[in-house]
């Protein structure tokens, strides 16, 4: 059944998850990370990996994967990414699974991608340019870490919920932003001393590279689900 399920996996997807998984591991052990720190890299992991191929699992297995994160970042004072996970991402997951589920491709087992309208783009993209006031001094009333990244962070990452539950693959882009961001999170108390915090930034890193390939992997998708006549 396993063997089954990876039948649709090229070599670069099934190579990088089993890398991503020794990486994150391996990182965990040489710098002293917790169960959580490596629990959350590998599901996230294997969370982006599904959601780049466009399987709706990718929700079930992302919504124990935020979990972990919210603890992570709690534990590291980071309240924005904390109320991302619990306020803004799982109430997006929860809308994301119900929409992917209502619109698949029955032949291969993935989402089915959707063209968003310009109105609709913009109107995201500006209420988040307003919103961010919001974030920021939100953020700054339960004395975030580095708030103006934290607040970035949320804002890309709201962005980058929405268009996937959308099912755009404007997602994928918002998440590659995301991603650089969210490494520049926890680059910053590495350089400052706390090296053990080495093995929860392997996880963006690694996260960054997936979202890179997956933009590219929707964009063939879509290509493909319009030549069948199913594309929206």
């Known amino acids: 059944m396993v063997k ?20 994150s591991i391996i990182s965990a052990m040489i710098f002293n990370g917790t169960v959580i720190d490596t629990l959350y890299t590998s599901l996230y992991l294997i969370t982006a990996l599904l959601m780049s191929k466009g399987k709706v699992e990718s929700y079930f297995v992302g919504f124990v994967s935020v979990f972990f994160y919210g603890i992570i970042s709690y534990n590291q004072n980071y309240y924005g990414e904390l109320i991302i996970t619990a306020f803004l991402t799982f109430p997006i997951m929860i809308i994301g699974i119900i929409s992917w589920l209502r619109h698949q491709d029955k032949e ?11 109105k609709e783009i913009t109107i995201a993209l500006l209420s988040q340019l307003v919103l961010f006031w919001i974030y920021y001094f939100l953020l700054k009333a339960f004395n975030t870490d580095l708030l103006v990244i934290s607040t970035i962070s949320v804002v890309t990452s709201v962005l980058a919920s929405y268009f996937e ?68």
């Open 4 to 23: 089954k399920y990876f039948e649709d996996w090229n070599k670069f997807e099934k190579i990088f998850l089993i890398c991503g998984l020794l990486v």
């Open 108 to 118: 291969d087992d993935t989402v089915i991608i959707s063209s968003l309208s310009k």
């Open 165 to 232: 539950a959308r099912r755009s693959e404007l997602s994928l882009f918002c998440y590659i932003a995301n991603d650089l961001v969210i490494i520049t999170l926890w680059l910053i108390p590495i350089i400052n001393g706390q090296t053990e915090l080495i093995s929860v930034l392997v996880g963006p890193i690694l996260l960054l590279i997936n979202d890179i390939y997956g933009s590219y992997n929707w964009i063939r998708l879509k290509k493909q689900q319009k030549e069948k006549g199913i594309g929206e």
